[in-house]
């Protein structure tokens, strides 16, 4: 289970995963997208790292981090 794990030795596809199922859980909280930005776009999926801005600002529409990402 990846929740056990030390989370340094995941991959960015694990980690993918498991902001997706916290965004699914919780879907009005803006900081798995925002954290699925950050993977994504440090791994150069740049339109993939957009779209999960987008989701960002449609929940905080005014989250500056976001806006300049």
Excluded: C, F, W
Excluded at 26 to 33: L, R, T, V
Excluded at 44 to 69: C, F, H, K, M, S
């Amino acid at each position: 289970m990846l929740l056990s794990r030390d989370p340094a030795t995941l991959s960015e596809e694990e980690i993918l995963v498991l902001l997706q199922e916290r965004a699914r859980v919780n879907p009005d909280d803006p900081q798995p997208h925002a954290l699925m930005g950050q993977v994504l776009k440090s791994v150069g999926r740049d339109q993939d790292a957009l779209r999960a801005y987008q989701a960002v600002l449609r929940r905080t529409p005014n989250d500056a981090e976001a806006i300049a990402e």
